[in-house]
């Protein structure tokens, strides 16, 4: 596997210099992480019975492949982990329900008959999940004790401690705690999930990074804020995204020029009005801490990426995994971007997705992981001044993806 693992790597570099993705720059650097993603995952979902023959054809596809299919790909394997790790929760924290030793094989040993051709070698539907009540009893278990029996059963689990990023503001990190191969979905990034339409309701806004460095943004200009989430619960409950818990070290704004200004003429939206419906979520979910993970320092590496996942609310069963809420009830408003503004278009796309969807991100990663600190490239834009301990990983993968 070390050596098909290798051929993968060196696949990853080749076609993120190819000029098949000579495009917009921001363009560009999408089409290069989304090859990377289809790279990573179809090598998770290969399984220990791979062969190099396997890894070749895969390499072949992610070099012909669209971009819409490599897209459609990578959201069918991570769903297809998502739907293993929901099956190993409802085992943990459901009373009642017959568990099997299948429900926990490795997901790379289920579906190996059914993933031999074309675009689809990687895809194994796993079986529908027990039908239950979202809202139903659960085992009276801490978080502790749930995030233990997912590592007994699944191989690993995550904790948050002193991070070991040398500099005085790393504050706490997130851990892997145990073993985990390339391409596997490490972490959910849980929180507040505003589409453009709503950026004005995000805390802080305009300057919504200011007192918030649990915001990230996905290429589409989906923001999800992380900050509500915090280290999640002890419960199943209803959560509305209003418990706001502990936030890193506040990062300050100078009074001065533009900023001053946009202070006077701007402040955030009341909210209130528009509000976020409650959904019933699993706050023990052991890998809803995404938004722990630190930027690599000095010649450090990222062991992680960000992925997109958009999650099918037809899913019920899947539902209170997803540590995820939509600002406004889940309306969606379409938009379009104009250079660094967004406004509302009056047009329908020319295709819309029927299956409704909550727009998340995911952490996947990058290389085997075993026993350490999750690393990831946090790609700040170089159009604002950054933080003392930034250290840019790639400038020009920085330039492409904020341009």
């Known amino acids: 596997m070390a050596f098909l693992f290798q051929k993968f790597q060196e696949a990853v570099k080749v076609l993120a210099r190819s000029?098949?993705?000579?495009?917009?720059?921001?363009?560009?650097?999408?089409?290069?992480?989304?090859?990377?993603?289809?790279?990573?995952?179809?090598?998770?979902?290969?399984?220990?019975?791979?062969?190099?023959?396997?890894?070749?054809?895969?390499?072949?596809?992610?070099s012909k492949a669209s971009l819409t299919d490599q897209q459609k790909q990578v959201q069918e394997n991570i769903h297809s982990q998502i739907e293993t790790f929901c099956t190993t929760m409802d085992d943990i924290v459901l009373p009642n329900l017959q568990s099997t030793e299948?429900?926990?094989?490795?997901?790379?040993?289920?579906?190996?008959?059914s993933r031999r051709s074309g675009l689809s070698l990687a895809v194994g539907r796993s079986s529908p999940l027990n039908e239950h009540l979202v809202g139903s009893e659960t085992k009276p278990l801490s978080q502790l004790e749930v995030s233990q029996r997912l590592k007994d059963l699944r191989g690993y689990t995550l904790?948050?401690?002193?991070?070991?990023?040398?500099?005085?503001?790393?504050?706490?990190?997130?851990?892997?705690?145990?073993?985990?191969?390339?391409?596997?979905?490490?972490?959910?990034y849980p929180g507040v999930v505003y589409s453009p339409a709503y950026y004005q309701y995000i805390p802080g806004y305009?300057?919504?990074?200011?007192?918030?460095?649990?915001?990230?943004?996905?290429?589409?200009?989906?923001?999800i804020n992380a900050q509500p989430w915090g280290a999640g619960g002890e419960s199943r409950e209803v959560w509305n995204g209003s418990c706001v818990s502990e936030s890193r070290p506040k990062v300050e704004v100078t009074g001065k020029g533009s900023d001053r200004m946009w202070q006077l003429?701007?402040?955030?939206?009341?909210?209130?009005?528009?509000?976020?419906?409650?959904?019933?979520?699993?706050?023990?979910?052991p890998l809803a801490f995404a938004h722990y993970a630190n930027h690599p320092a000095k010649d450090m590496v990222p062991n992680v990426?960000?992925?997109?996942?958009?999650?099918p609310l037809t899913e019920k069963n899947l539902r209170v995994y997803i540590p995820n809420i939509s600002f406004g009830n889940g309306e969606e408003v379409n938009m379009k971007r104009f250079g660094s503004f967004w406004f509302k278009s009056w047009k329908s796309g020319s295709h819309v997705s029927d299956v409704p969807i909550l727009k998340t991100l995911v952490l996947v990663a990058t290389r085997p992981l075993c026993d350490e600190e999750l690393l990831l490239n946090y790609r700040l834009s170089n159009s604002k001044q950054r933080p003392s301990w930034y250290t840019p990983v790639d400038e020009e993968e920085d330039r492409r993806r904020w341009s």
């Open 102 to 113: 299948k429900a926990h094989e490795p997901i790379e040993e289920k579906n190996i008959t």
């Open 305 to 311: 990426m960000v992925s997109p996942y958009d999650f």
């Open 159 to 188: 904790e948050i401690k002193p991070s070991e990023i040398p500099h005085k503001d790393a504050g706490k990190g997130l851990f892997l705690n145990g073993e985990a191969d390339v391409g596997t979905v490490i972490a959910f």
């Open 206 to 223: 305009p300057r919504v990074d200011a007192q918030n460095s649990y915001l990230i943004t996905r290429y589409d200009g989906t923001i």
């Open 19 to 62: 000029p098949t993705f000579a495009r917009e720059p921001r363009h560009l650097q999408f089409e290069a992480d989304i090859n990377r993603l289809f790279l990573y995952t179809s090598y998770k979902l290969l399984g220990k019975d791979a062969d190099e023959a396997d890894a070749e054809e895969i390499i072949d596809m992610a």
């Open 265 to 285: 003429l701007s402040k955030p939206m009341d909210g209130s009005k528009i509000g976020m419906k409650g959904e019933i979520l699993e706050r023990r979910n």
